[in-house]
């Protein structure tokens, strides 16, 4: 089976603290930041991630691009992230797939659950990548202590030898 994940992108944006603080500073490095820890996220899980960005009051034309191997849409002028997630629901689900659909809007959560797809509220995602943020630092860490060993193990006499070798003995 295989899993994709549909994001609202501004709503777990504003669901989460730091990005909702970056927003407030610098718009697009919010949604970068985003863009990039879903990155991480698709990386571990293998899942498809799709990420919506509502742009309903902006003028122009739908606008899909790929960025770090992530797929991103900002919806056309008169469109809604919410109608746009709801339109990808019906495309994209199938037998062989499962279709998660993360927001904090309880509309939209009941609107994709009542389509088939699998709810995942902001809160719940944003752990997970936490988790995941945690265990990639961990596994580094643990890297990086085991490369700190470059000594070769050797038995006593073998050190002796290489020793009276060393000393030109």
Same mark, same amino acid.
């Given at each position: 089976? %295989? ?12 669901? #989460? ?13 919010? =949604? ?15 899942? *498809? ?43 994209? $689900?199938?037998? %062989? ?10 509309? +939209?959560? #009941? ?11 902001? *809160? ?18 643990? $890297? ?11 038995? +006593?006499?073998? =050190?002796? $030898?290489?020793?009276?070798?060393? =000393?030109?003995?």
């Amino acid at each position: 089976m %295989k899993d994709i994940l549909i994001v609202d992108g501004y709503n777990v944006i504003g669901a #989460w603290r730091e990005l909702n603080a970056l927003r407030e500073k610098d718009f697009e490095s919010a =949604r970068d930041l985003l863009i990039s820890k879903l990155a991480e996220y698709q990386a571990v899980t293998g899942w *498809r991630v799709i990420i919506i960005f509502d742009a309903y009051l902006i003028p122009g034309k739908e606008t899909k691009t790929r960025q770090s191997n992530v797929e991103v849409i900002y919806t056309k002028q008169s469109e809604k992230a919410d109608q746009k997630i709801e339109g990808l629901i019906k495309k994209l $689900k199938n037998v %062989k797939t499962r279709i998660h659909v993360a927001t904090s809007d309880m509309a +939209e959560q #009941w609107t994709v659950f009542s389509q088939g797809a699998l709810r995942k509220p902001s *809160r719940e995602l944003i752990e997970e990548i936490k988790k995941i943020e945690y265990e990639i630092g961990d596994m580094i860490v643990n $890297k990086l202590s085991e490369g700190k060993s470059s000594k070769i193990s050797i038995d +006593e006499a073998t =050190r002796a $030898k290489l020793e009276k070798m060393r =000393r030109g003995f």
